[in-house]
């Protein structure tokens, strides 16, 4: 007899080599595992993620589900055990029993990512693991008004990096947003789609900067869409400054969607 434990986690992926378990890798799924052995007394529990981020990427809102074997530990006590075991860089903020049927990646209605460009003239030592960075000039009202044709359902074969194993690129955009944090002096990218594809944001993000920088035309993403290919946009935002910030499982609200304005 196992339960099926939801959990909503946050990491710091600075010093993780992504989500997904890799051989003599400290990885997340990896660092939770280790500590359901040791609650299991030596059984595998294999841990699902909502998504599997990359090396240096961060996540506020990651979704995991596991199946627990043995007797039901309240989702309470769930919580706490497993966030007295993991290390500085985790913790888990939210824990529920689930049906069977709930699956942390194939049950999602949409993602939400974030990334974070610093605009300072040098690297801030205190920021270099959590922002990407772009000390060149930059109009925000240039990016809010080509981030408009990103929205509706497209194929986003141009935004993919080489590696990816999914074969169908088509996937509807909901939402974005872009704007100033003054008091940062960074950009912030939100970004809410039915599901990504492997390096999307940070290729979106690295092509947002374009344009706002003037290199590319703000009427550029109608185009790089319809060419489906991946030379026509080559740059990729550092992983530093992206953040899974949360998974919906339930229809979107509507202020999230903006594909229907």
Not at 101 to 118: E, N
Not at 135 to 148: G, N, R, V
Not at 252 to 258: A, E, F, I, N, S
Request: hydrophobic share 35%.
């Amino acid at each position: 007899m196992t339960t099926r434990y939801k959990m909503t986690m946050a990491y710091d992926g600075h010093l993780f080599h992504g989500f997904q378990m890799q051989p003599n890798q400290r990885t997340v799924q990896g660092t939770v595992e280790q500590a359901l052995i040791k609650m299991t007394k030596g059984k595998r529990v294999i841990v699902e993620g909502s998504g599997r981020t990359d090396s240096g990427v961060h996540a506020i809102g990651q979704v995991i589900h596991f199946d627990y074997p043995g007797n039901q530990i309240p989702a309470n006590k769930m919580i706490l055990a497993l966030n007295s075991m993991m290390p500085m860089d985790i913790i888990f903020n939210d824990c529920e029993i689930v049906n069977e049927d709930f699956h942390a990646r194939y049950s999602i209605k949409g993602k939400w990512y974030r990334y974070r460009v610093s605009l300072d003239h040098f690297v801030n030592p205190f920021k270099r693991f959590y922002t990407g960075h772009y000390p060149y000039p930059i109009d925000i009202q240039k990016m809010q008004e080509a981030a408009k044709d990103l929205l509706g359902t497209h194929d986003f074969t141009s935004f993919a990096a080489s590696g990816g194993q999914i074969i169908n690129k088509v996937r509807t955009m909901y939402y974005v947003n872009v704007e100033k944090d003054e008091k940062e002096n960074e950009i912030v990218f939100d970004f809410i789609c039915s599901g990504f594809l492997y390096n999307m944001v940070r290729i979106l993000v690295a092509t947002l900067l374009e344009i706002g920088n003037g290199k590319r035309p703000v009427n550029d993403f109608p185009r790089i869409i319809k060419a489906k290919d991946r030379q026509e946009v080559r740059e990729t935002a550092q992983a530093s400054g992206l953040y899974l910030y949360h998974v919906f499982y339930d229809e979107l609200p509507k202020k999230y969607r903006q594909d229907l304005e």
